[in-house]
């Protein structure tokens, strides 16, 4: 008895052979291959395919087009949203095209777009090197680098975006094209920042960094009613700290940690100690030498899947007095309150030109996030709507957001995450390579008049 969960064989032009696997509901693997990252999401895909081969994309590309079918792309799933997710549509499973090829010689990566970020650490570390990466390995690699790509070494080498040499992509056409800065100059723009509004990358080619194979972490943690005046000294050394340091600070309950990540030679990264321990009188001190792997893996239990999640973020220009005191204004006592975690840009981020890539907003100091997890459906309605009350406190003294950091914001969180001058050239480029918006579920760039 034959079933959808295996290779079409049929010869018809709208039925085509697949490499990989074609799954309906019914299937044995469908549930598990509509589950993502956030419990939250449970659409159901009238057909999924998880592809084998570049190939399997174009096709898959091409027969969504023919039965008028919308398109969600997983690789990680991690898309808080879960936009991957498409109810009634296609899913372009990726996860099957997660080959990396390492040149060490030349310090080039080339990654299919299935892969996962611990993927790349795993393969480029063998050689003491790495490119920006997200914290969490699980976390797909072409939805990460597509929003841009907050790392542990953005603030030394970029972040992931701009360590992209070249993007191979499958368009709204089904064609398959390269872009770099030779070719396709215009499209390969966009990927820097864009999103997945242009089309599905199926390789990256990245530039490595040789970065050795350790880092440090140091963190101070204060009570919540002494930790005002530590957060000032915080934010004055994010000021000054050398580029492999990213100063991190986390607000959970009633405690305060604030501290930084370095990477490299953990004797290098704790000269840095003394300037932090200057910030306030902890109640308690945390360094930490490890592996960078096991730096890139340690939040994955944390941020593991089967939760149900809802956050919300922004982007400080400054992080003012007045900043600080919205931010410990909570009381320790609610534990339905979100934990909100802060962390530095600048260094190689603020360096390249507004107008080089299409992400935005590079001269922001610190990335805010207030983000809550639980497990029963029933509370929801509370859960978000605390995140939202939480981040609500930092409105007056924001600019911008992550596009990555979005979720459930729309137009207005598509507003908030590119400049204007940004949002026209997108849309420029949206109306080149996919003026029928085929790919429309992301933080979506709409076709615009010419």
Not at 190 to 206: K, Q, S, T
């Amino acid at each position: 008895m034959r079933t959808s969960a295996q290779h079409f064989t049929c010869s018809a032009s709208r039925r085509p052979q697949y490499d990989g696997q074609v799954l309906t509901p019914g299937d044995p693997a469908y549930d598990t291959a509509r589950s993502v990252w956030n419990a939250m999401v449970d659409r159901r895909p009238s057909m999924i395919v998880r592809c084998a081969s570049v190939a399997d994309v174009v096709s898959a590309v091409r027969m969504a087009r023919e039965r008028d079918l919308e398109i969600g792309v997983r690789c990680g799933g991690h898309n808080i949203a879960g936009l991957a997710v498409p109810d009634g549509g296609l899913m372009i499973d990726l996860t099957g095209l997660d080959r990396v090829t390492v040149d060490p010689v030349a310090r080039r990566a080339w990654v299919q777009g299935g892969a996962l970020l611990g993927a790349v650490d795993r393969a480029t570390q063998a050689f003491g090197l790495a490119t920006t990466a997200g914290n969490v390995s699980h976390t797909g690699v072409g939805g990460l680098t597509l929003g841009g790509g907050m790392g542990w070494m953005a603030r030394r080498h970029g972040l992931a975006c701009d360590n992209v040499a070249s993007y191979t992509v499958v368009t709204a056409d089904g064609e398959i094209v390269r872009a770099s800065a030779e070719e396709h100059p215009e499209l390969f723009w966009g990927l820097r920042g864009g999103g997945g509004n242009f089309g599905i990358v199926v390789e990256f080619e990245f530039r490595l960094h040789r970065i050795g194979t350790r880092a440090l972490i140091a963190d101070l943690t204060f009570p919540l009613d002494r930790a005002a005046g530590a957060l000032r000294g915080w934010r004055d050394l994010a000021e000054a700290a050398p580029r492999e340091a990213t100063l991190t600070a986390g607000i959970s309950g009633d405690a305060v940690t604030l501290g930084y990540v370095w990477v490299g030679d953990p004797a290098a990264g704790r000269a840095l100690l003394p300037a932090l321990r200057s910030i306030g009188r902890p109640a308690s001190e945390s360094v930490q030498e490890l592996s960078y792997l096991s730096l890139q893996t340690m939040d994955d239990d944390q941020q593991g899947h089967f939760f149900r999640r809802y956050w919300k973020g922004h982007y400080l220009p400054e992080l003012s007095d007045a900043a600080i005191t919205a931010l410990v204004d909570r009381d320790p006592a609610d534990e339905t309150l979100p934990g909100v975690s802060l962390q530095a840009y600048g260094g190689a981020i603020a360096e390249v030109p507004e107008e080089a890539t299409a992400f935005s907003h590079r001269r922001t100091r610190f990335e805010y996030n207030a983000s809550v997890r639980w497990t029963c459906p029933d509370e929801d309605a509370m859960r978000m709507g605390a995140a939202r009350a939480m981040a609500a406190r930092l409105d007056p003294f924001a600019s911008g957001a992550y596009v990555n950091s979005l979720s459930d914001e729309g137009d207005s969180g598509v507003r908030r995450a590119y400049s204007e001058p940004q949002r026209t050239r997108l849309t420029a480029v949206k109306n080149a390579y996919d003026p029928k918006n085929v790919f429309h579920l992301n933080h979506n760039i709409a076709p615009g008049g010419r």
